[in-house]
């Protein structure tokens, strides 16, 4: 059904966000060289060609393939990472719990170690953290390379990545202990381990980071708990995607108990589960056709409101990170990297904000189909350029829109980025049948964002394609100014500065 809104820019104030709120991941296997997912066909992202299924969990080695390390002094990679101007990057990935730091170039994996990260990767990393207005999270390595269950963490590695680093000019500014405890055997940690051994070694990373860089952000637990659930497209409840078939142990189970407390609560969000595993999680897997309905949309903001009671009995007056968010676990569904997802991407910063405070790190920035720029070429994708918009227009002072959530009606409010009085309003019309018509209180700066059909590679600007131009520039983010009433055609997306 068509929908008349009228925004109004005297509604209360919210909160105030972190203006980092837009951040993203780039895995320790990017850093390294290793093992990723394989991307998709052309075939499968424009949804003409289905997804080969898998018969079961042993076949997932087959779904990856391996990839060079990333390189983080492209001039592209730079100079688009920076457009998005300060933000958090997040190293970690379970490929981090079990890294060994080889900063004396021995060219030695040490056995109970998966892979290792030599010293001139990691400078290279901290230099284009640096470049681009960076702070950097990390997780460190908790594998049998490291000890075994009997025996207790030990800051032997973790000593050797924050020394370098604070040698180098860019010291840790934050650390999760380890990636998705919760899944403990998948994770990678020490044979046999249980989560009282992780409250033990939780609570010594913890006090040793305390000890030795008191500066250094704590976070965590970095779970996936499948505790917080959301209602899939067939009725039944489905969690995080492989969440829930690997589960290992509750938030709970984590935490209570640990004597050092975290500065800022993280959990893992993913909408589901993509095609490259639907097949033996069929439950936690939303088709394309539901992109854009209401359920799939709810599902970040429904996980926000389910861990925030966790974060005011783990970090009480804390913000509350995402340090992993994306479409789909299992490197994002066919349409992660079209036009499609963005409904998906803006709600999730909008409803977020509308319910906390804290930091949103989208995985990833250049790998696997859900990133913003394509791997390899670093294309940006539309995605990016939505978060762009976003981060250019979006101010960090959060409004009640006084506008109800259905169906065509996603509206949220913010400050101007710009620092001028006034609004900014992001208005998502998910119908993708109906039109919604928006009645403005005055005349507005219009940014209309669309594209050919869902699943288009490209995404447009007030009818103009968004593509990078000679040598690489970026397209004139440029709006037209509308009054009185303007019709946001089906599938479309708008921001509004009045």
């Known amino acids: 059904m068509a929908k008349t809104l009228r925004l109004d820019a005297s509604t209360k104030e919210l909160r105030t966000v972190n203006p980092r709120l837009m951040s993203y991941n780039v895995e320790m296997t990017e850093v390294t060289g290793g ?16 997804f080969p299924p898998i018969k079961g969990f042993e076949e997932m080695g087959g779904l990856m393939q391996w990839y060079d390390p990333i390189d983080t002094k492209n001039p592209r990679l730079i100079k688009l990472a920076k457009e998005f101007g300060p933000v958090w990057l997040r190293v970690s990935g379970t490929w981090a719990t079990k890294t060994y730091y080889d900063f004396e170039d021995t060219g030695v994996t040490p056995e109970g170690y998966q892979n290792r990260l030599t010293k001139d990767q990691w400078i290279k990393l901290l230099d284009f953290a640096d470049a681009v207005g960076a702070k950097v999270l990390i997780s460190v390595a908790n594998c049998q390379g490291l000890h075994s269950t009997e025996e207790p963490w030990n800051p032997s590695q973790a000593e050797l990545i924050f020394k370098l680093s604070k040698e180098h000019g860019h010291p840790i500014d934050a650390v999760e202990f380890t990636n998705e405890p919760n899944m403990m055997e998948m994770t990678g940690f020490p044979q046999g381990y249980k989560p009282e051994h992780f409250r033990r070694d939780q609570d010594i990373f913890h006090k040793w980071v305390k000890e030795n860089y008191p500066d250094t952000l704590i976070v965590g637990p970095c779970t996936t708990d499948g505790n917080a659930l959301k209602v ?71 996980c926000a409101r389910a861990f925030a009671p966790y974060r005011d009995k783990y970090c009480p007056g804390g913000e509350m990170w995402v340090t992993e968010s994306g479409d789909a676990g299992g490197g994002g569904d066919t349409w992660a990297s079209t036009y499609l997802d963005v409904f998906r991407t803006l709600n999730e910063l909008g409803d977020f904000a509308s319910v906390t405070d804290g930091v949103i790190f989208h995985n990833t920035l250049a790998s696997s189909d859900y990133g913003f720029l394509k791997h390899g070429t670093f294309v940006p994708r539309p995605n990016y350029f939505a978060v762009l918009l976003w981060n250019t227009l979006m101010g960090t002072t959060v409004y009640d829109s006084g506008i109800k959530t259905e169906e065509g009606a996603h509206v949220y409010c913010h400050s101007r980025k710009d620092g001028k009085e006034g609004r900014v309003f992001l208005v998502i019309n998910n119908s993708t049948t109906d039109v919604t018509t928006v009645e403005l209180p005055k005349e507005a700066e219009t940014y209309v964002l669309s594209a050919d059909s869902l699943r288009a590679p490209v995404i447009k600007l007030n009818g103009n394609d968004l593509v990078l131009g000679e040598n690489d520039e970026l397209p004139a983010l440029t709006p037209v100014t509308k009054s009185g009433s303007v019709e946001l055609q089906p599938a479309t997306i708008a921001f509004f500065v009045l």
């Open 35 to 50: 093992t990723f997912w394989k991307a998709y066909t052309p075939e499968q992202i424009a949804g003409t060609e289905m």
């Open 232 to 302: 899939g497209p067939d009725g039944n409840k489905a969690g995080a995607g492989i969440a829930d078939v690997m589960y290992s142990c509750s938030t709970e189970e984590l935490m209570d108990g640990c004597t050092e407390k975290v500065d800022v609560f993280s959990y893992h969000y993913y909408n589901g589960i993509s095609e490259r595993l639907a097949s033996v999680m069929p439950t936690a897997h939303w088709p394309a056709e539901a992109a854009t309905t209401e359920p799939y949309l709810a599902v970040a903001g429904n």
